[in-house]
């Protein structure tokens, strides 16, 4: 189990509304642990809006597009399915019908999605700032959207 106080394990996000923390689960997908970890150290996800938010279900994040159509440059990740459920607060990665074709888009979910639960990878959970993630503007696509200024791991 990873400890929740180590640092090199701790992405801080800084939003459009204010902050928020992420605990990374290395122990749950340690290779979209990595992949995250190494885009947000390189600025990927700096300026990058949050392109689908629905009210009770997630805010998706991640497409150097803003429209959910892309990734960063790097390898698709091979799905890290695990028994983490789906709850408020859970970092997943966004895929399209292939398992193996999660990259950089990821969601921060609002309420329980059981619906999710072995079918998308889970990686992180928010620890600090869901009351920021709460008031994110929402749309499909959003039409004033809310972005990431910096997230870098603590």
């Known amino acids: 189990m990873s400890d929740a106080k180590e640092t090199s394990n701790t992405l801080v996000m800084e939003t459009s ?7 990374l689960r290395p122990d749950l997908a340690p290779n979209h642990v990595e992949q995250i970890k190494a885009l947000a150290s390189e600025g990927f ?3 990058i809006i949050f392109h689908r938010v629905i009210d009770g279900f997630m805010a998706q994040v991640g497409c150097p597009h803003g429209t959910g159509t892309g990734g960063s440059d790097k390898p698709n990740l091979k799905a890290e399915f695990n028994e983490e459920k789906h709850v408020r607060g859970t970092c997943s990665m966004a895929r399209s019908a292939s ?3 999660a990259n ?3 969601f921060i979910c609002f309420d329980e999605a059981p619906f999710l639960n072995g079918q998308y990878t889970v990686w992180g959970e928010v620890v600090e700032g869901m009351d920021v993630v709460d008031q994110l503007e929402k749309g ?4 004033n959207p809310d972005k990431i200024i910096s997230m870098k791991v603590a």
């Open 17 to 23: 509304k204010g902050n928020v923390t992420i605990n």
């Open 45 to 47: 996800y700096d300026g």
């Open 99 to 101: 398992p193996d074709s």
């Open 104 to 106: 950089s888009q990821f």
């Open 140 to 143: 499909e696509p959003v039409a």
